[in-house]
C-alpha cells in the first residue's frame, strides 16, 4: 500500500473514532459495542506504531473522550481524568506487569488493588470543607461538564461530609449507573443500562434526573490535599468510613496468575450481579508506587482494566446453508466472516427457521449481530439494516429436503398451529443427510460412546462408503482404514478396540443411541425399566402393542406416536434387530441404595475435568436421576463454567438448591 493510501486509510479510521466518540460521550447513544470500539482504537494505535509519519491530535493516543457539550459549563479537572489500557488475556497482564518492571528497573513484588469495572458514567465530584461544591463528568479528560444539580439528586452521594478525618479539599471519583432491576421499568426509554445512566445525568432539569434510580459507586481520588494514605485498598476503606459507597467484591490480589484466575471466576459470576460490569480493574496497590511510575499520554501505567470476553459481536452473512437433523428438522445455518466472540472463532450461527429469518429480515449480504452465551449454539441476534448493501439478497426456503422428498411442517394439536420447523418426512436410512446424522447420534457419548469415532469421522467413513447403517460399524474394513491418511496401526488398533467395547451395552443407552425423536436418555430409562429386556421391547413393538407405554408414568401420547412413526418404516425395525444379535444388551439395572436416591439433578455449565456423560452415569449410579428443565421437581442445580444465567434465576425463584461442582462431589465423598 502507498504513503498515500495509508495516510487516507488513517484518515478514515480517525474520523470514524471522531465520530463513535461524539455518539458515546456526547449523544449517549453509541453505534457500536465496546468491543468493536476498542478494536477501532487498537487499529489506530497499530498503524501509528508501524508508519511514524502518521500523526493525529483526534488520536485515542492524544485524545481522550468527547469535547464537553455547549449545552453545559465547562470546568478544567485539576487531575485529568485518563482512560485506561485494556487487557484481555494472560500475556496481556505479564506484559503490564514486565512494563513496570522496566520502568523502575528492578522486578518487585506487586500488590494489586481489584475492582470490578462498572458499565457506567465516571464522575467527579468536589469537596472543600465537607460540602460537595462541584460535580463534572468526566468529558475529554482535560476538562468536564459541569452537572452539580444532577449528581445532588442521586442518594449514595453526600452532599455534606462530617467526619473528622476528610480531607479538607478532594477530588471524589466513581461510576454512575443504574441497576438490572430499575433499568427494566425504564428500558422502552433507552438502550442499554449505560445510555439511561448518560442520559439522565445531561438533562437541563435535575427534576428530570431525580426520577431515574441512579446509583454511585466511588472508586479513586484525583486531586486530594495532603494524603497520607499509603494504598489504595486503604483508601477505599476511607471512603466507606467517609459515607461513600464502594463495590462490596473489592479485593486484593498478589500475582497475575491469581489475577487471572479471579477474572475467570468473576467472568462466570458477572451475570448474577445487579450491575452490568464489562471487566476489572486492577490497581498497584502502593500509592507511593503509583506517583513514582505515573502516567502515559492517555492512561496511567500503574493500573489496567482486564476487559471480559464479549458475548456478542458483528459479522457478514456470507451464505446460508440449510443442515437435516437426525429427526428431519432442517435448520438454516448463516456462513460468517469468522468473528471472535467470547474467546472463541466463530463462523457459523443458527438462524433458526424459516420463520425467524422472515420475521428478522435476514438477507445474504447483511451485517448482522451474533451472540454466544456460555454452552448455547451461537446466533444471529438482529441485522444492522444500515449497513445492508443494495445488492443483497433474500434468502429463498427451499421446499424440498436436499434428498429431494418435499417438507413438511407437522400441525401442533396442542397450539392448534403448525409448527415453525420444516422437517424433512422421517423416512428413516432413506434420507442420507438424516442417515449420516443418526449414525451420529448412536455413537454419541450418551449412547453407545464410541471413542475414535467421532462425528467427521463418521462424515469421512460415510463418504468412503465404509457406513451406511450403525451396524456396518461393527463389520468395517480396517485393512481399508490402515491405507487412509492420518490413520496409522495404533490408531485403526485402538478404534477397533473401542468398538469391541461398545458392544456390551445397557438396554436403556441402546434405546437412546436408535435416535426415536421425543425420546431422550430418561425417557429411555422409562422404556428399559418398563421392557426389562431387549426381547420384550422388541415383542412389544412387533406385535404393535405401543398402548402400552401408556402405562408408563412419564410416557404420553406424543412418544406414543412417535414409537408408531419410527417403527412403521419396516427398515429401522430390520436395522434394530440386526443390533439386538451384534449387541451384548444388558437389562437395565438400578440402584435402589445410593446416597442421591430420591434426588433429582440438573447441569447447567461446563463442568471442570468431567463430560457431562460421566457425571450423569455418577448420580444414576447412586440412585439419583437427571432432569433437562427448571422445575418444582428439581432438587439440585448444578452449576459449572459459564452456566446459562436464566436457569439460575429460574431455580432460585423456586427455591431450588443451587450447588457449585465442588459441592455436589461432596455430597457422594
Known amino acids: 500500500m502507498k504513503e498515500s493510501e495509508i495516510k487516507k ?124 461544591v462541584m460535580g ?102 476511607s471512603l466507606k468510613k467517609w459515607g461513600f459507597k ?96 467470547g474467546g472463541v472463532v466463530v463462523s457459523n450461527a443458527t438462524l433458526h427457521n424459516e420463520d425467524e429469518i422472515i420475521r428478522k429480515d435476514i438477507r445474504l449480504g447483511d451485517t448482522v449481530k451474533v451472540e454466544r452465551a456460555g454452552d448455547v449454539i451461537p446466533h444471529v441476534v438482529l441485522v444492522d439494516l444500515k449497513k445492508r448493501k443494495k445488492e443483497s439478497k433474500k434468502f429463498v426456503f427451499p421446499k424440498k429436503c436436499p434428498c429431494g422428498f418435499d417438507t413438511i411442517k407437522e400441525f401442533n394439536k396442542v397450539t392448534k398451529k403448525y409448527d415453525a420447523v420444516k422437517r424433512c418426512p422421517d423416512r428413516g436410512f432413506e434420507c442420507e443427510k438424516i442417515a449420516v446424522e443418526k449414525i451420529k447420534h448412536f455413537i454419541s457419548k450418551e449412547a453407545l460412546n464410541i471413542d475414535g469415532l467421532g462425528k467427521k469421522v463418521v462424515e469421512n467413513f460415510w463418504n468412503l462408503k465404509l457406513i451406511r447403517y450403525p451396524q456396518d460399524i461393527f463389520n468395517l474394513d480396517y485393512a481399508k482404514i490402515s491405507k487412509l491418511e492420518g490413520w496409522g496401526d495404533l490408531s485403526v488398533s485402538n478404534l477397533k478396540y473401542s468398538i469391541d467395547q461398545s458392544k456390551k451395552v445397557s438396554l436403556d443407552r441402546f434405546i437412546y443411541s436408535i435416535g426415536i425423536r421425543h425420546i431422550g436418555i430418561e425417557n429411555a430409562k422409562l422404556l428399559a425399566e418398563y421392557t426389562k429386556s431387549i426381547t420384550n421391547f422388541l415383542n412389544l413393538i412387533k406385535n404393535k402393542k405401543f398402548n402400552e407405554f401408556l402405562n408408563i408414568d412419564g410416557i404420553g401420547e406424543t412418544q406414543i406416536n412417535s414409537l408408531k412413526k419410527f417403527f412403521e418404516n419396516k427398515s429401522n425395525y430390520k436395522i434394530i434387530e440386526k443390533l439386538s444379535s451384534i449387541l451384548n444388551i444388558s437389562d437395565l439395572k438400578l440402584n435402589k441404595d445410593g446416597k442421591l436416591l430420591n434426588n433429582t439433578f440438573m447441569f447447567t455449565g461446563k463442568l471442570s475435568n468431567m463430560s457431562r456423560a460421566e457425571a450423569k452415569s455418577l448420580i444414576e449410579e447412586n440412585s439419583g436421576s437427571v432432569v433437562s428443565a427448571v422445575n418444582k421437581k428439581l432438587k439440585y442445580l448444578i452449576i459449572g463454567e459459564k452456566p446459562t444465567n436464566r436457569k439460575v434465576q429460574q431455580a432460585r425463584e423456586l427455591g431450588i438448591k443451587i ?11
Open 9 to 132: 486509510y488513517y484518515k478514515q479510521k480517525i474520523n470514524e473514532i471522531k465520530n463513535h466518540n461524539k455518539y458515546y460521550f456526547e449523544e449517549s447513544s453509541p453505534k457500536i459495542s465496546d468491543k468493536d470500539y476498542d478494536d477501532l482504537k487498537k487499529e489506530i494505535f497499530n498503524l501509528e506504531k508501524k508508519y511514524s509519519y502518521l500523526k493525529s491530535t483526534s488520536s485515542p493516543s492524544n485524545s481522550l473522550g468527547y469535547t464537553p457539550s455547549k449545552n453545559f459549563v465547562k470546568s478544567d479537572h485539576r487531575v485529568k481524568m485518563l482512560s485506561l489500557s485494556n487487557a484481555f488475556n494472560l500475556k496481556d497482564l505479564e506484559s503490564f506487569e514486565k512494563k513496570i518492571f522496566n520502568y523502575l528497573n528492578k522486578k518487585i513484588e506487586l500488590e494489586y488493588s481489584v475492582e470490578p469495572k462498572i458499565d457506567g458514567i465516571s464522575a467527579s465530584l468536589t469537596y472543600k470543607n465537607g460540602l460537595l
Open 136 to 237: 463534572t463528568s468526566r468529558g475529554d479528560g482535560t476538562s468536564g461538564e459541569v452537572i452539580t444539580e444532577n449528581l445532588k439528586t442521586i442518594n449514595d452521594i453526600p452532599l455534606k461530609i462530617t467526619n473528622k478525618d476528610f480531607p479538607k479539599d478532594i477530588d471524589i471519583r466513581g461510576e454512575v449507573f443504574i441497576e438490572k432491576d430499575d433499568f427494566n421499568n425504564i428500558k422502552n426509554n433507552f438502550a442499554n443500562p449505560r445510555n439511561a445512566a448518560s442520559g439522565s445525568l445531561r438533562q437541563k432539569n435535575p427534576l428530570e434526573t431525580k426520577k431515574i434510580p441512579l446509583k454511585f459507586v466511588a472508586y479513586t481520588y484525583g486531586y486530594f490535599e495532603s494524603n497520607k494514605i499509603k494504598k489504595q485498598s486503604d483508601f477505599l476503606s
Open 246 to 341: 464502594i463495590n462490596e467484591h473489592n479485593k486484593v490480589i498478589k500475582t497475575v496468575k491469581d489475577l487471572e484466575s479471579f477474572h475467570k471466576k468473576f467472568e462466570n459470576d458477572r451475570f448474577d450481579l445487579k450491575y452490568d460490569v464489562d471487566g476489572l480493574v486492577y490497581k498497584i496497590n502502593n500509592l507511593d508506587l503509583q506517583n513514582r511510575l505515573g502516567f502515559t499520554a492517555n492512561s496511567p501505567r500503574w493500573a489496567i482494566a482486564h476487559k471480559f470476553s464479549a458475548n456478542s459481536a458483528y459479522s457478514i452473512i456470507k451464505d446460508i446453508n440449510i443442515q437435516v437433523g437426525r429427526t428431519g428438522a432442517l435448520t438454516p445455518v448463516a456462513r460468517i466472516k469468522p468473528v471472535n466472540i
Open 659 to 669: 450447588l457449585s461442582q465442588k459441592e455436589w462431589l461432596n455430597l457422594l465423598n
